[in-house]
T-cell receptor, first 112, second 121 residues
Framework: SQQGEEDPQALSIQEGENATMNCSYK?????LQWYRQNSGRGLVHLIL?????REKHSGRLRVTLDTSKKSSSLLITASRAADTASYFC????????????FGRGTQLTVWP | GAVVSQHPSRVICKSGTSVKIECRSL??????MFWYRQFPKQSLMLMAT?????????EQGVEKDKFLINHASLTLSTLTVTSAHPEDSSFYIC?????????????????FGPGTRLTVL
């Protein structure tokens, strides 16, 4: 990937369980964003966390950012079968144009 | 919400031909659009940044003569894959940037198109 990695590469859980995905990066960032992609489709923006923020919530999503460890995590609580998708973190390194560099992604499968 | 379209959604072409992919922001103006490439089960790789009214900025390793980008208006960017070969077969995705300055915080979001699957025979 162009900037950092996600782990795990694949995650399989039952409905109702929580899913945690991690993302690491190598260079400094202005912000970090999480996206979701259903198979063969475009991406949907989930949440943006700025470099001076440590935690953000959006519905069942919780994102944390640890700049000292250069890592972020996405937690999906009370998962549903409809959450099955690939999840990517994308790093904005602070260019004025807002370029994003994506990690490899985590394929989440939620079984009913 | 902001919507970005891509056309065509699928294209199959013969080796040596050129293919044009359009990316449109339907309900907002985007001075900056981006083009990505994605291989099966892999990440999105940023290819280039498309700026309205100026030349595109290409990422390292991306051939600008191979992948021609034109951003002629605030709602349209095109990617032309010239002299396509089988190794150019991939999923191409565009995004349009929407930056909203505000108090106390700004938002900077890319809205993605649904992608174009290119197959070169």
């Amino acid at each position: 990937s162009q900037q950092g990695e996600e782990d795990p590469q694949a995650l399989s859980i039952q409905e109702g369980e929580n899913a945690t995905m991690n993302c690491s990066y190598k260079t400094s960032i202005n912000n970090l964003q999480w996206y979701r992609q259903n198979s063969g489709r475009g991406l949907v923006h989930l949440i943006l966390i700025r470099s001076n923020e440590r935690e953000k919530h959006s519905g069942r999503l919780r994102v944390t950012l640890d700049t000292s460890k250069k890592s972020s995590s996405l937690l999906i609580t009370a998962s549903r079968a409809a959450d099955t998708a690939s999840y990517f973190c994308a790093k904005d390194r602070g260019s004025t144009l807002g370029r994003l560099y994506f990690g490899r992604g985590t394929q989440l499968t939620v079984w009913p | 919400g902001a919507v970005v379209s891509q056309h065509p959604s699928r294209v199959i072409c013969k080796s040596g031909t050129s293919v044009k992919i359009e990316c449109r922001s339907l309900d907002f103006q985007a001075t900056t659009m981006f083009w990505y490439r994605q291989f099966p089960k892999q990440s999105l790789m940023l290819m280039a940044t498309s700026n309205e009214g100026s030349k595109a900025t290409y990422e390292q390793g991306v051939e600008k003569d191979k992948f021609l980008i034109n951003h002629a208006s605030l709602t349209l960017s095109t990617l032309t894959v010239t002299s396509a070969h089988p190794e150019d077969s991939s999923f191409y995705i565009c995004s349009a940037r929407l930056f909203l300055a505000g108090e106390p915080t700004w938002t900077d979001t890319q809205y993605f198109g649904p992608g174009t699957r290119l197959t070169v025979l």
